[in-house]
């Protein structure tokens, strides 16, 4: 099992900047990619960007250029940092990891950004 929690969520104007967090633990080993999915109201859950266990990373283009994925081996963690929020980007934000064939997920964390 691999256990995901966000962090990092909150109200922001546009224009603004927020720094999400997932935390993994137990059955790390093995992950073979990260991801950050995102779920507005009303909408289907999309897919934000991701990173390969090798470091490439990838972005949809909506948030291209305002979005940065990272990493923090050292203490489990990956990261979306988020520049220049649009309101169009307030979702509840979803960290997944592949491990196995088998796809993990967090409880999500909300970012509303306000005009």
């Known amino acids: 099992q691999v256990q995901l929690v966000e962090s990092g969520g909150g109200l922001v104007q546009a224009g603004g900047s927020l720094r999400l967090a997932c935390t993994t633990s137990g059955s790390i080993v093995s992950i073979n990619g990260m991801g950050w999915f995102r779920q507005a109201p009303g909408k289907q859950r999309e897919w934000v960007a991701g990173?390969?266990?090798?470091?490439?990373?990838s972005y949809a283009d909506s948030v291209k250029d305002r979005f940065t994925i990272s990493g923090d081996t050292a203490k489990n963690t990956m990261y979306l940092q988020m520049d220049s929020l649009e309101p169009e980007d307030t979702a509840v934000y979803y960290c997944n990891a592949e491990r196995n064939s088998r796809f993990y997920w967090g409880q999500g964390t909300q970012v509303t950004v306000s005009s």
């Open positions: 990173v390969t266990k090798s470091g490439i990373t």
